[in-house]
Nanobody, 121 residues
């Protein structure tokens, strides 16, 4: 069974930094794209950043220049370094991974439990 476990959320003042981590565990064949999403109260979930197995990255406009996504394939872990945080960044951040569990299977979406990030003004 595949699990994604997140850590690193919390409360920070505007302008501060946080680093989120998400580690995948269990039995699987490969991990393709890994990414971070967020959902603020009353809003739809949105993608923040994503990274392929080869290291290509995507950032939402709101994250560009402030957030950095990285992954360690040996540890099956993805990170999100968030700098210059704003109150608008307050949300529940969730890790997503597209994982192939066997050599002849399609990839499936897996989600972490979510971690709260609160930025005070």
């Amino acid at each position: 069974q595949v699990q994604l476990v997140e850590s690193g959320g919390g409360l920070v003042a505007a302008g501060g930094s946080l680093r989120l981590s998400c580690a995948a565990s269990g039995r699987f064949f490969s991990i393709n794209v890994m990414g971070w999403y967020r959902q603020a109260p009353g809003k739809q979930r949105e993608v923040v950043a994503a990274i392929t197995k080869g290291g290509s990255t995507y950032y939402a406009d709101s994250a560009q220049g402030r957030f950095t996504i990285a992954r360690d394939n040996a540890k099956n872990t993805v990170y999100l370094q968030m700098n210059s945080l704003k109150p608008a960044d307050t949300a529940v951040y969730s890790c997503n991974a597209r994982i192939v569990t066997g050599p002849m299977t399609y990839e499936s979406d897996y989600w972490g439990q979510g971690t709260q990030v609160t930025v005070s003004s």
